[in-house]
């Protein structure tokens, strides 16, 4: 049984490399089998490397794999596989699998640089805006692809057109309740990527992306892009070329729980009541 576990590294230089052994006119190196070295040791401390776990692979993941990673933010992420079982969450488990298949399945369908710099800019509005933080790394990297490779001529879109278009469908309602918006292709079955967020969340990110795409469509691409101005143009009224711009408002309210309990207390008084009469 082969088991995983997820460390970070931070600027970890190698030394040396691989063996190189002589082919027919070519050389090819060989890779040897992963020892955990002193380096190693000294970033995952919490791992117990004892005679019977034995690494088996070491995958990179994330985006340092992907190609995508964010000045500021050098972290690689990497998941070590294990010969045998350690004792861990099984969710922790599952959650460094679904890593892997969404580094292959990246470097088999989105290696174009395009979703790569889409992916970037779409990350530092999630960064800049607070309306849009519920999207996670996995939902931008799908959605960057859908926004540039899925068109009638199948040919990648502009960066500058596809970026308009990644507003145009989070603020249409593309990752709304009902919205087929887009299958995870790693998963099994028909599973919604955006069903990841709660309902607050959805509607969180699709009013603040008409709010967004209003300020870019009247010559705000500057402050959308973070090169002028603040992130308060999301949430605070804002003049375009004369062009009133107001932020849009949350169409789902969180039912209350008040009303619940209230209901429960009064079915209780009243069985208690019941009850009493009855002796």
Sequence with gaps: ??????????????RGGPPMIRGAGMMRPMAPPFKP??????????????????????????????????AGHNVADMVVILKTLPT????????????????RWFEENASHSSI?????????????????????PWIIDLLAHYAIMNNPSRQPLPINVAFRRCLQ???????????????????????RVHTVMTLEQQDQVCFTAQTLLRVLSHGGYRQILGLEGTSN????????????????????????????DEDAEEGAEEEGMETSEAQ
């Design 169 to 191: 469908l989070l603020a249409a309602g593309f990752f709304l309740p009902g919205s087929v918006g887009i299958t995870d292709p790693c998963e099994q079955g028909t599973v």
């Design 1 to 14: 049984m082969r088991s995983f576990f997820r460390p970070n590294f931070r600027n970890i230089r190698g």
């Design 88 to 103: 861990m969450d099984g969710k922790t488990m599952q959650g460094h699998l679904a890593a892997i298949r969404h580094a």
């Design 233 to 260: 143009i999301a949430v605070e009224m804002s003049v375009w070329e004369g062009v009133v711009v107001t932020p849009s408002d949350k169409a789902y309210e969180k039912p209350e729980k008040k009303e619940e």
């Design 116 to 136: 790569k710099v889409l992916i970037r800019l779409v990350r530092d509005l999630k960064n800049r805006f607070q309306g849009l933080e519920p999207l996670t």
């Design 37 to 70: 070295g002193p380096m190693f040791r000294a970033f995952v401390p919490h791992v117990p490397f004892d005679l019977a776990q034995q690494i088996e692979e070491v995958r990179q993941v994330g985006s340092h794999k992907k190609g995508t990673m964010m």
